[in-house]
């Protein structure tokens, strides 16, 4: 009886976590990095903080009008229009953020993104312009990182990936760059950040163990009462 009323209580708990997280909104500005193609420029509500980086598509690579020099063609963003572009080479390095407002101090939040890795390759050019290696998005918090996604190789796929902080400060900076020095240039898009710590509407799978753990104790406890 102990044991049911508790798993009761759980398949409860973890159904509201799942309705909870599926509707908190994004407090990121123009997450969707919706804008103009601009090489050297972030769409509204991002500022430059570093380096040159770009607003591009599939059809204006590096922001370039009419530019389709990838090291592999991407496929489109699953969060649709433009994206931003981030090179880094050796100690030079592109980086993008804007200021996060209204955060509860000591709340956790789930920072989300999609990732791709789709080159810039000019062989041909003057001075051939390569940019083909892999490396991964890091997330800066205040200018300090706070972790990053996968290495990711050229591919034409985008990558759904996430991280968890706790917010220090009602007001905090955040920005994204590339994890380390190998050159490379990848894209972002689709940036959403949300308070709780688990990935929004994508239960993580010991949200789905509870779950399953609850749903059985329900199902024992209904056997009980019905016998
Ligand atoms: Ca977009
Ligand atoms: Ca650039």
Known sequence: MQFTRLASALALSALFCLS????????????????????????????????????????????????TD??????????GGTWVGLGINGSYVERFGQILSGLSVGQTYTVSW?????????PDAASPVQYLGSNAIDVMLD????????????????????LVFTATSASQQLSFRLADTTKAYLSID??????????PAVPEPGT????????????????????
């Open 208 to 227: 789905w163990a509870l779950l399953g753990l609850g749903l059985i104790g329900l199902a024992l406890a209904k056997r009980r009462t019905l016998g």
């Open 114 to 122: 999609f990732a791709g890795n789709f080159g810039l390759n000019r």
């Open 143 to 162: 200018g300090v990182s706070i972790g990053h996604g996968s290495t990711l190789g050229l591919s034409s796929n985008w990558l759904s990936e996430s």
């Open 70 to 79: 990838f090291g592999v063609a991407p496929t489109a963003s699953p969060d």
């Open 190 to 199: 689709g940036i959403a950040v949300v308070a709780g710590g688990t990935t």
């Open 20 to 67: 909870s997280t599926a509707h908190a909104a994004s407090i990121v500005v123009n997450g969707s990095l919706t804008g103009s193609t601009a090489n050297m420029g972030t769409p509204d509500g991002w500022s430059i903080l570093e380096g040159t980086p770009d607003t591009l598509d599939g059809g204006n690579n590096v922001g370039v009008t009419g530019a």
